[in-house]
């Protein structure tokens, strides 16, 4: 399955879309919408494109109404692909914060972040990738996450996770745990409050990196349950 | 110019190396690394990532020589800045290359590609590292294989010291994972071939782990260590 789905917000609350199922916008609020999933996957071999355009001074709030479930497609199909290309006008803002995503054993999943910020924009990415369904180990993951801010090149970053590789599923890698939490914030977005920047309790362990410009990532490392408390 | 080169392979090259542990030391306090089993599944998953970054770096930096004196030594180091996403290993990394600078300014004075990188304040590990396997006659291949070379052996040196492992079983872990390395090595100078062809730094690899970024952060915050990093 190959889809593409257009989203463009301006300021004062209009928002508009082009879409193709599965990628789906429902308006949920004055400047939120949730993505529905209109069919089944994604499966491996579909090609999931997002692009979102946010104009000056533009405010938006991305959310999915459930998690999203990778499952492999036949052997042949290679991985399911989702890409998610934003831009944002000065004084935009965008919150992406989908459901978690599962990748299911033998599944594999390519994702693709790419956010492109004009000084005075400001964005937060919020997403949670679940090693496997319950009694499973997981699939294969690779998550590009690549941020521009005010023409300058803000953050390359992608994680690799495997929940059967013995490489990528031990120390170097998750160390075990099945959950990984991305939290980024550019251009301005605060730090959480709540927890301290830098833990490990109750089988989780997170840093907070300040990046090589105006922006900081938290990484949370997890088990599979609890809940995300995504309202904000 | 093999003589040369390895003398950058030398793990006794005055670089301050021998501080840092590769994320190993904050893994053994945990006990999440104990013997050499999970060190070569730790040097496994490192080399596949880390190793892809640096090698590619390395490479590049080897390959500036072509392009010399129309060559940005600060656009290529700010691509690294983005890649390497903990503040802790940027500084590790800036401070590894400017201790390895002062040692290759010296052994080669008259480098131009060594000269221009004092351009830049504090320049990252793996791109002086290439600009000096270019000063002693090697290749990009051979920068990146050292640049993996060196992180697999700095891991495996402080899993030694920090646990006390049989070094002839932990140099044949390192024995194992050499085609591993070769091929990981083989990739990263293929990519900074097209990457400096190119122009594009947005073509070189930024895979990486979650551990190893989460405990860096976790282990500099450490008030009592035996290793920087």
Same mark, same amino acid.
């Given at each position: 399955?190959?889809?593409?789905?257009?989203?463009?917000?301006e300021?004062?609350?209009?928002i508009?879309?082009?879409a193709?199922p599965?990628l789906?916008?429902?308006r949920?609020?004055?400047?939120?919408v949730?993505?529905?999933g209109?069919a089944g996957?994604p499966l491996?071999?579909?090609?999931?494109t997002?692009e979102?355009?946010?104009a000056a001074?533009?405010?938006?709030?991305?959310?999915?109404? &459930?998690a999203? %479930?990778?499952?492999p497609?036949?052997g042949?199909a290679?991985?399911?692909?989702?890409?998610?290309r934003?831009?944002?006008? @000065?004084? &935009?803002?965008?919150h992406?914060c989908?459901?978690?995503?599962?990748?299911?054993d033998? @599944?594999?999943?390519?994702?693709?972040?790419?956010?492109?910020?004009a000084?005075g924009?400001?964005a937060l990415?919020?997403?949670? %990738?679940?090693?496997g369904?319950h009694g499973?180990?997981?699939?294969?993951?690779?998550?590009?996450?690549?941020?521009?801010?005010?023409g300058?090149a803000?953050?390359?970053h992608?994680?690799?996770?495997?929940?059967?590789?013995p490489?990528?599923?031990?120390? &170097?890698?998750? @160390?075990?745990?099945?959950?990984?939490?991305?939290?980024?914030?550019?251009g301005?977005?605060?730090?959480?409050t709540g927890?301290s920047p830098?833990?490990e309790?109750?089988?989780?362990?997170?840093?907070t990196?300040q990046l090589?410009?105006?922006?900081?990532?938290?990484?949370?490392?997890?088990?599979?349950?609890g809940?995300?408390?995504?309202?904000r | 110019?093999?003589?040369?080169?390895?003398l950058?392979?030398d793990?006794r =090259?005055p670089?301050g190396?021998?501080?840092?542990?590769?994320?190993?030391?904050?893994?053994?306090?945990r006990g999440?690394?104990?013997?050499v089993?999970?060190l070569t599944?730790? $040097?496994?998953g490192? +080399?596949r990532?880390a190793g892809?970054?640096v090698?590619?770096f390395?490479?590049?930096?080897?390959?500036?020589?072509?392009?010399?004196?129309?060559?940005?030594?600060?656009?290529?180091d700010?691509a690294?800045d983005v890649?390497t996403?903990?503040?802790a290993?940027?500084e590790?990394?800036?401070?590894q290359g400017?201790a390895?600078?002062?040692? +290759?300014?010296?052994a080669?004075?008259?480098?131009?590609?060594?000269?221009? =990188? !004092?351009d830049?304040d504090q320049?990252?590990?793996?791109?002086? $590292?290439? /600009?000096?396997?270019a000063? /002693?006659?090697?290749?990009h291949?051979?920068?990146?294989? $050292?640049?993996v070379?060196h =992180?697999v052996?700095?891991?495996?040196a402080a899993? +030694?010291?920090?646990?006390?492992?049989d070094? $002839?079983? +932990?140099?044949a872990a390192?024995a194992?994972?050499?085609?591993?390395?070769?091929d990981v090595?083989?990739?990263?100078?293929?990519?900074?071939?097209?990457?400096v062809? !190119?122009?594009?730094?947005?073509?070189l690899?930024?895979?990486?782990t979650?551990m190893?970024?989460?405990?860096?952060? =976790?282990?500099?915050a450490?008030e009592?260590t035996l290793?920087?990093?």
């Amino acid at each position: 399955m190959i889809a593409r789905t257009t989203l463009w917000a301006e300021a004062g609350g209009r928002i508009r879309w082009r879409a193709t199922p599965p990628l789906v916008p429902r308006r949920t609020g004055p400047d939120e919408v949730h993505l529905v999933g209109a069919a089944g996957g994604p499966l491996g071999g579909d090609e999931l494109t997002l692009e979102i355009q946010l104009a000056a001074d533009a405010q938006l709030t991305i959310r999915s109404a &459930a998690a999203t %479930i990778v499952q492999p497609g036949d052997g042949s199909a290679g991985p399911a692909r989702l890409t998610v290309r934003a831009q944002l006008a @000065a004084g &935009a803002r965008l919150h992406w914060c989908p459901q978690p995503t599962v990748v299911c054993d033998e @599944a594999e999943l390519h994702t693709s972040l790419r956010l492109e910020l004009a000084e005075g924009a400001s964005a937060l990415v919020h997403e949670r %990738i679940i090693l496997g369904r319950h009694g499973e180990r997981g699939g294969r993951y690779r998550g590009e996450l690549r941020i521009d801010h005010a023409g300058a090149a803000l953050l390359r970053h992608t994680s690799v996770l495997d929940g059967v590789d013995p490489g990528l599923s031990g120390p &170097a890698g998750t @160390a075990g745990h099945r959950s990984l939490t991305t939290l980024c914030g550019v251009g301005g977005e605060p730090r959480p409050t709540g927890c301290s920047p830098n833990g490990e309790r109750n089988g989780l362990r997170w840093a907070t990196h300040q990046l090589a410009g105006p922006g900081w990532l938290r990484l949370a490392l997890g088990g599979t349950c609890g809940t995300r408390g995504t309202r904000r | 110019m093999l003589t040369s080169v390895l003398l950058l392979a030398d793990s006794r =090259l005055p670089s301050g190396g021998h501080g840092h542990s590769g994320g190993v030391e904050a893994l053994v306090e945990r006990g999440l690394l104990a013997d050499v089993n999970d060190l070569t599944c730790f $040097l496994n998953g490192r +080399v596949r990532t880390a190793g892809l970054v640096v090698g590619a770096f390395a490479a590049v930096a080897a390959l500036s020589r072509q392009e010399w004196p129309r060559w940005d030594w600060e656009r290529w180091d700010a691509a690294l800045d983005v890649r390497t996403t903990s503040s802790a290993l940027r500084e590790v990394s800036r401070a590894q290359g400017s201790a390895l600078r002062r040692t +290759v300014r010296l052994a080669w004075p008259d480098d131009p590609g060594l000269r221009g =990188l !004092d351009d830049i304040d504090q320049p990252h590990h793996p791109l002086v $590292l290439g /600009a000096a396997v270019a000063a /002693a006659g090697g290749g990009h291949e051979q920068a990146a294989a $050292l640049a993996v070379h060196h =992180l697999v052996g700095g891991a495996a040196a402080a899993a +030694v010291r920090l646990l006390g492992l049989d070094p $002839l079983r +932990v140099t044949a872990a390192q024995a194992g994972l050499a085609p591993l390395a070769d091929d990981v090595t083989a990739q990263a100078a293929s990519i900074a071939a097209r990457a400096v062809a !190119d122009d594009d730094s947005d073509l070189l690899p930024a895979d990486t782990t979650p551990m190893p970024e989460i405990m860096a952060e =976790l282990h500099a915050a450490e008030e009592v260590t035996l290793f920087a990093s």
